[in-house]
């Protein structure tokens, strides 16, 4: 089991910033992937951003250019960097992991976070 402990939610301003991070844990786990999803009132779950444990990111284009993704492979922790946020940017954001243990592969989800832009 990986357990994944998110942080860095809260309520900003349009155009402000926010840093979100998830740390996850798991012994005998490899972390592969890790990356954010969020999920706004009424909307699907939409995936933003993930990254390799190569360093390879992918954003969504709605976030592209404003939002970036990195990760310490170390402490298997991934951060989120909100810039010129908006209030369309308003959700719940949820980080998750793909981890693999021995010829297996499993994705992980954390509880989430509240991101609120006011405008």
């Not at 969504?60 to 170390?74: L, P, Q």
């Not at 298997?76 to 592969?105: G, I």
Request: glycine share 10%; hydrophobic share 35%; aromatic share 10%.
């Amino acid at each position: 089991q990986v357990q994944l402990e998110e942080s860095g939610g809260g309520l900003v301003q349009a155009g402000g910033s926010l840093r979100l991070s998830c740390a996850a844990s798991g012994s005998s786990f490899r972390i592969n992937v890790m990356g954010w999803h969020r999920q706004a009132p009424g909307k699907q779950r939409e995936l933003i951003a993930h990254i390799t444990s190569g360093g390879s990111t992918a954003y969504a284009d709605s976030v592209k250019g404003r939002f970036t993704i990195s990760r310490d492979n170390t402490k298997n922790t991934v951060h989120l960097q909100m810039n010129s946020l908006k209030p369309e940017d308003t959700a719940v954001y949820f980080c998750y992991v793909v981890a693999s243990r021995a010829w297996n592969t499993y994705e992980y989800w954390g509880q989430g976070t509240q991101v609120t832009v006011s405008s």
